[in-house]
Structure formats: C-alpha cells, structure tokens
C-alpha cells in the first residue's frame, strides 16, 4: 500500500569531516521518499522554488515518487547548511536556515492522497502536521511523525496535539526526554505512549534505535561502518525504511515493527555513506537485502534454551 | 577456572539525580570480583587503608573472593568522588580524588596467584599493569584490560605497551578514538587489534558495547532500565560478568566471546541499579538468568530465512 509523506525538500550545504557539499539536494521528504520508495508507492507533498532543477525532480521519478503534490513557486527552494562535529558525527550546528518558498507551505492534498493508508508527518511546524492529517478523508492505517528539539521549545503544545493523533512517534533519544521532562528513558517513552502512540522510536544516531511498541522493547543496532561520509537525513532515510517495510507488508504486530525497525536501520546506514542521495538513489534489492543480513548477524548469538542454565560458580548465591 | 583482578578497591562517594551517598565501598576490583564471583572463584590483588571495615572484607569473603591479596596498609583507603550529570547518566565529573594508602601501590603476586589462567587488569597505571603480567609464570590463557582517558593522555606509551600485550581491551568508545587517534570506531578497533588484542570491547555506557573479535562485530544491547541509581562500577561489572563466563566455560571461541558480553551487560545493568554494591552483592543466579532471558529478548526478532526476501517493490531497483 502507498505512503504519503509531508515534509521538506531543501538543498544542502554541508560541512563533515570527509568534507563538504553545496546545495545539494536534501530535505526530509526527499531523502524519506527515496528510501521508502524501495519497499512501497510513495507519494510526496512539499513545495519548492523556481531554482529546483528538473533533475532533482525526475531523480524522484525514477524511484516511482509521485510528485504531483511537488509545489513549485516563485521564489527559491529552501536551504539549510551544517556542520558535523570530528570526534562524533552524531552531533551537528546548523549554520544557516533560509526557508525562501518554505516559509509560506500550507500543504493541500489530492482527492487522492487523502485517502493514503500510510501516513508520514516529516519534521515540520506541528500545526502544519496537523492540517494535513485533518484533511485525510478517513484515518489512515498508521499515521507517524518526526519532530526536533525547536518545536519541542518553541511549539509544545501544538506538538503535544499532533503527537496524540499519531500512531507512531519518531525522536532523537534526547528530544524523547526533554518533550515529556523526564530524564529517564523507558519512563519518557511510556509517557509518550499514554498520551497515545502505540510505537515510540528514539533514535541514537550511530548506536540504533530503541523502538517501544505496547510492553515490548527492541533494540535496532546501528550498522557499524568503516567511513562515515555525511549523516544528513538519516532519520528521514530510516523512516522511509520504516514506513516502507510497514507499508509492503501491512503486518503491524509486534514482530512486524522490529522487523521495519531493522529496515529502517539499514536504509539509514546507507544515508550516512554519501553526500546528498548519491549512495540511497543508487542502491540495488541486493545491497539492500544483503545488508539486512549483516545488520540481523550483528546481534545474533545462540541463545540459552529453555532448559539451559548461565554457568553459575554454585548454588552459593541460588 | 579462576580469574585474578588486580585493581582499586575504595570509598566512593556519589552524587547522581537520584541521591548522594558517602564513602560507600568501590574500586574497580571490587565491583568486578563480585560481580565475576557468581561465575568463577576470583582472586583479589589491591591495597586498603587502617579504616577498611571489617564488613566490606567479609562481604568479599561472603562472596567466595579471595582477600588473601588485600593488603591492608597504614594509611586511608583510595577515596573517589564524583557527581553524574541529571540530563544524561552516561556522564560523570570527578570532584575529587585522594590515593592515600593507593599512591605506593606495587602488586605482589602470591605464588598461586601468578599462576592464574584468567587476568583481569582493572584501570590502574598502565606501568603497574605490566608489572602485573610480568610477575605471572606463563602466559594466562586470558589477560585483559580496561584503561581510561587518564592514561591515554598522560601515559600514552606506556599503555600502548601494555596493549600489546593483552587479548582483550574494554574502553569507552570515545576512548578507543582517542587512543587511536582515528574518529571512526571500525577503524579504531581495527588498529588496536592490529597491535594485538584479539577483542575490543567498546563500552557504549546505556546504549550497551560494540565487541569487535577477529573479524566479527556483535553489539550487546544495555538493559534499558526505568531507574537508574548511581553508573559507578557499571564498566567493572561488565568485565566481572564478561570475564566471569569466559573463565566458567573456557569456551575462548567468537560465539562464547558474544555469550560473555550479553554476560557482562546484564551484570552492568544490576550494577546501576543501587549505590555501591547494594544490589551486585546480593543477587540470586535466579535474577541473574531471568535477566540474561529478557536481555536476550531485546535483540531477537524473525530473521530473514535464507530462501526469503525483503518486501520490495519491484525490480526497479534490482
């Protein structure tokens, strides 16, 4: 079944320790649209300038995105530049913001996408999730949202609205403790659940993810790579997975959200190994499958079966 | 097979979000010896002062540790004392330290004890730590190490000679950064194993460690907790649990390696569940079981049958 995504799509200006890339193509739809669009339909609803070019556009094309909902305006595309920290790349400054066409997106969906079964609020203004989830016809199958530390200071409420309508809840582990104030972290996420979600992923950057979904707890690892190239839009890449895995398959139990947990971990493993979508826009089902296997070794160990003990010293302390 | 440690034994006095507590027992041997104890008979070399109670050389007694090395000198005992940070546990200032009787500490191993197949060289001077290996007769079966930025900074070579010549290094993962000088952590592990340690283990504090051995990578997951106490020690029972199972099975192979780390986290995650020893001290091999099963659940999920596929989207992308 097909996705709907809203969100950005921006071009990149960004600085890491393997070195630097202007105005490339970036933004949290684009890079979501592109991973998800391996496992299912996607369907893109954002806005971009005059300057957008033609090839970023069919760049889409060719991963199957409808791009019908592409809003092109008078103006420039958004922009956004960073810089990655040397000793750990899980830690990045925003440079410059200029949201140009950005700064007036009011999202208005087709007939037809108002009837997406899969729904995915990329991190924009929380009111503007929640418009576009207000326009659905009916509630769509699962609906999950990414949002960032700014809306969590400058629009909590707003946020705090839209997170109780949505299924599943994306987050930096951090952004988990400081939007429910609670500095633990199993605490912070059945807060959140109360409040509605069913799924709560915090992410870890190069360390996974930890999804909770009802009393369970998974842990995703991250797949340890030898080079690191730019880590922009790796959660947008491992929603993409996410969604995608969850939207081929529609198995929401349990079982089917640690799988789209792993999914979601390799497409964002492959994010990080490029600037831009040079490596996510170019990957085959083989690499693909191929690194889900190595991501699934990682953790893999036998296991103590039912009638098996540790071995304990003695029964000293039984 | 029994394990000997050599290392701190002290007063430790804490402050975490959830409470302070004053000269409370610690040390890295002790929170490692009792932590291997439930696994394997381990032995204790360490120095104390005239006011070590009585009641923390039984409570090592009552755990089968040998105290035959615990010298007692005229002096105080090491004390510690640091404050961990409310937003993120995984973060610790020391306030203050004074070695005491600990500053003229020169391990002497007994006869027996140089002849011990597991060694376990806890977060002393790396110059003491060779003096340690040097006193053994042959060659340890296992010999491994844990160190700190401390040394890393101040007593670099040293600390790459003694590197050389273990099988096993824990460090904080920043710390094999640093120590390595290199910023991505495949290849720091890779360059310390070029040295020679057949295993890394990369402690990750709350998001578990990363066990680099031979050609495979394994991530052990932490145990996410809904309280943690006080962090002090959770490395030392790591490498209690770690090295406990290793020496309980002899089983030195990539799989018995994994089992010792899945070991390790869940004795680390007991660890911080209470100040000082309160809760490594008096567990049942039932809780620890119970644990390593739920530990174990963390990571599991259907994996991939070999015949089976990813549910892509279509060829496409193949």
Redesign the interface.
């Known amino acids: 079944m097909s996705i709907l995504v809203v969100g950005s799509v921006a071009y990149d200006t960004v600085k890491t320790?393997a070195g630097t890339r202007e105005d490339a193509l970036g933004g949290s739809a684009t890079f979501f649209s592109v991973s998800g669009?391996?496992?299912?339909?996607v369907s893109v609803v954002a806005v971009v300038g005059e300057d957008f070019k033609d090839g970023d556009v069919e760049l889409l094309k060719d991963?199957?995105v409808d791009v019908s909902g592409l809003d092109r305006r008078p103006g420039k595309t958004f922009r956004w530049s960073g810089v990655y920290g040397?000793?750990?790349?899980n830690t990045r400054d925003t440079l410059d913001t200029q949201l140009n066409v950005f700064a007036d997106f009011a999202p208005e969906l087709s007939p037809e996408q108002r009837k997406s079964p899969y729904l995915f609020l990329a991190n924009i203004a929380p009111e503007l999730q929640m418009s576009v989830l207000e326009q659905m016809d009916e509630r769509p199958k699962l609906v999950a949202l990414d949002s960032m530390a700014l809306w969590i200071d400058i629009s909590h409420e707003a946020l705090e609205r839209i997170v109780r309508k949505v299924d599943v809840l994306f987050l930096d582990e951090?952004e988990v403790?400081t939007f429910t104030k609670r500095?633990?972290?199993?605490?912070a996420a059945?807060a959140i659940m109360a409040m509605g979600p069913s799924t709560v992923v915090a992410k870890?950057g190069?360390?996974?993810v930890?999804l909770f979904h009802g009393d369970?707890?998974?842990?995703?690892?991250a797949f340890?790579?030898?080079?690191?190239i730019d880590p922009t839009g790796a959660g947008d890449s491992f929603a993409g997975g996410f969604m995608?895995?969850l939207a081929?398959?529609g198995d929401l139990s349990a079982?089917g959200f640690?799988?789209a947990a792993?999914?979601g971990s390799v497409m964002g493993s492959f994010q990080v190994e490029s600037f831009s979508l040079e490596r996510t826009a170019s990957?085959?089902?083989?690499e693909?499958?191929a690194r889900?296997?190595a991501l699934?070794?990682?953790?893999?160990?036998?296991?103590?079966e039912d009638n098996e003990?540790?071995?304990?010293?003695?029964?000293?302390?039984?």
């Open positions: 320790p669009s391996y496992f299912a339909p991963h199957g040397a000793e750990d790349v951090t403790r500095s633990n972290l199993v605490e059945r870890r190069d360390h996974g930890l369970s707890i998974f842990s995703a690892p340890p790579l030898d080079r690191v995608g895995y081929a398959t079982e640690k799988l792993m999914t990957l085959t089902n083989d693909i499958e889900f296997r699934s070794d990682l953790t893999k160990f036998t296991p103590l003990s540790l071995p304990f010293r003695g029964a000293a302390h039984a």
